[in-house]
């Protein structure tokens, strides 16, 4: 038997799944970062290391291949010997204001990389603090872990670099992003699934892993969770429900609208069109543990409209479907009344009915610009598991949702391994 392993680097912490040859799930472990909000390379790194740690030992012995994917956009400067010499800016980190408009003088059209959480203004951020003279590479966040793995830095995937403006039409760095200043820090990018190398003989050793281990590029984590959906034609959204809201659709022609905060991922033939929220499952942790969102849950009727008009964000600014940095939160006013339990059950339907109809606005505005009538919605992450969001979903959005197979990231990622994936070997030799 040979085995296969996915690790998803998420929002609040990481998780790897191991399938055999057959794509069938034989382990799965998890690890939460200590503070999600203010992660680090550490944070990642010690992840990273506990999950290797974790594995059964006849699944690291027989393990073929490795793939990692990352949050979009979270990114970091590094040195020749993968050590951080920056901060992390993660994916909602919107620090990059001034230069964000700086590329828009500089970047034709009206680019998904001008906007402050882009991999691309973050990397003239972060080019333009002290210290970063001791760079050797500008990685995002599933590269660095990569690298750590594979001793080959300097390598992303065409998913991870979208955001950072490489050309996924004609697979290269435009001309006018190899003039920026430091653009040689800018990694050289492949396809997601592509072998780098093989895992470095310490590595293999201190965790009993096969040393022919195989290590391939890996993706983003809301394209690895469409990748386990196992969805391959046009008019089926992926919807996930993670600590963000993400939605993505295939489509056969690339759509771009960054003033809508959309944007298309190559994915084989098609294009993997979508966009993420801020909004999400994060909102009602926020609020209410797993264990107190489901007794609050069964309490209410899916069938029935919140009178609350809520817009459900942890802090100020949204991205898809309005792209507004200052986009303010709207949960008021909270229900109160002597029947704490009635207020917080009205509470939760709110924040419910908002994330439902931001993902019902977020559907719409994909098909106005272009994308495949939504024909019916599958839905991962830990969101999904909730029966009684799912009707809400379904009744806003107007056609059937179904929680999918494998709702997990690290799933795709691990498919990702095989040869059979969504990317043809014409795209991944290049």
Request: hydrophobic content about 40%; proline content about 6%; glycine content about 8%.
């Amino acid at each position: 038997m040979t085995y296969y392993l996915g690790l998803d680097f998420g929002t609040s912490g990481a998780r790897a799944c191991a399938i055999n040859q057959h794509k069938t799930v034989v382990w799965e472990q998890r690890h939460a970062y200590p503070h999600a909000a203010h992660q680090t390379p550490i944070d990642w790194r010690i992840a990273l290391h506990t999950l290797l740690a974790a594995l059964p030992q006849h699944i690291a012995a027989h393990l073929q291949g490795l793939a990692i994917d990352g949050t979009s956009a979270t990114v970091l400067l590094c040195d020749a010997a993968l050590e951080p010499v920056s901060p992390a800016l993660l994916y909602h980190d919107n620090r990059a204001q001034h230069q964000a408009g700086q590329l828009k003088t500089t970047v034709p059209g009206n680019h998904t990389v001008c906007t402050a959480t882009s991999g691309l203004a973050k990397f003239l951020w972060l080019t333009e603090q002290s210290g970063f003279e001791d760079a050797a590479y500008f990685l995002h966040q599933a590269d660095w872990l990569t690298a750590l793995l594979s001793g080959k830095p300097g390598i992303s995937d065409y998913h991870n670099a979208l955001k950072t403006g490489y050309d996924v039409e004609q697979l290269r760095w435009p001309d006018s992003l190899m003039a920026l200043p430091h653009a040689h820090l800018l990694p050289h990018v492949t396809a997601p699934g592509t072998i780098i190398g093989r895992i470095q003989a310490d590595i293999a050793e201190h965790f009993r892993i096969h040393p022919q281990c195989a290590i391939h590029a890996g993706t983003t984590d809301s394209s690895a969770a469409f990748i386990a959906s196992k969805v391959n034609e046009t008019g089926i959204g992926v919807t996930s429900l993670g600590t963000t809201l993400v939605l993505k659709q295939l489509s056969r022609q690339r759509i771009e609208a960054p003033e809508y905060g959309v944007y298309s991922h190559r994915y084989g033939d098609l294009w993997l069109v979508g966009g993420a929220s801020n909004a999400g499952a994060g909102v009602l942790r926020h609020y209410f543990d797993d264990t107190r969102l489901a007794a609050l849950s069964a309490q209410i009727d899916p069938l029935r409209d919140s009178p609350l008009d809520y817009y459900p964000l942890i802090k100020p600014g949204e991205r898809f479907p309005i792209n507004d940095a200052r986009l303010s939160p709207r949960l008021e006013p909270r229900p109160l009344g002597t029947d704490s339990e009635k207020s917080d059950v009205d509470f939760l339907h709110g924040m419910l009915q908002g994330l439902a109809r931001i993902e019902a606005a977020g559907y719409a505005k994909l098909a106005e610009l272009g994308a495949p009538p939504l024909q019916h919605v599958v839905t991962n992450g830990g969101g999904a598991k909730n029966q009684v969001w799912q009707e809400m979903r379904a009744r806003l959005l107007g056609v059937p949702v179904r929680m999918a197979t494998h709702c997990e990231a690290a799933y795709g990622s691990a498919l990702l391994c095989l040869n059979d994936t969504c990317f043809p070997r014409s795209i991944a030799s290049n």
